[in-house]
């Protein structure tokens, strides 16, 4: 069974930091994109960041480059977001998701499973 279980979300100051962590297993870690989406209240859910865990090729939301950094540990099947000088606008709830195919996007509708989410909240 596919599990994704985040950590790390909390509230914030603008310009503090957060470390998201998300634990994965039921699925070979070193195979697929593994991507953090996130979902402010009214508005779509958008790809944050993604990363082939096979080649470390990443990707970032021109909002979020240059003070997000996404990582993934294959030994603990865990990949991270460090999220650095967070502004209201970053608060959200982050969800971290998998989609068992070879494919290259950070599109949310193109993943398949997701962990339950947790809060980010960045007060000014």
């Known amino acids: 069974e596919v599990q994704l279980v985040e950590s790390g979300g909390g509230l914030v100051q603008a310009g503090g930091s957060l470390r998201l962590s998300c634990a994965a297993s039921g699925f070979t870690f070193g195979d697929y994109a593994i991507g953090w989406f996130r979902q402010a209240p009214g508005k779509e859910r958008e790809g944050v960041s993604c990363i082939s865990t096979s080649d470390g090729i990443t990707y970032y939301a021109d909002s979020v480059k240059g003070r997000f950094t996404i990582s993934s540990d294959n030994a603990k099947n865990t990949v991270y977001l460090q999220m650095n000088n967070l502004k209201p606008e970053d608060t959200a709830v982050y969800y971290c998701?998998?989609?068992?195919?070879?494919?290259?996007?950070?599109?949310?509708?193109?993943?398949?499973?997701w962990g339950q989410g947790t809060q980010v909240t960045v007060s000014s």
């Open positions: 998701a998998t989609v068992l195919l070879r494919l290259w996007s950070c599109r949310p509708d193109e993943y398949d499973y």
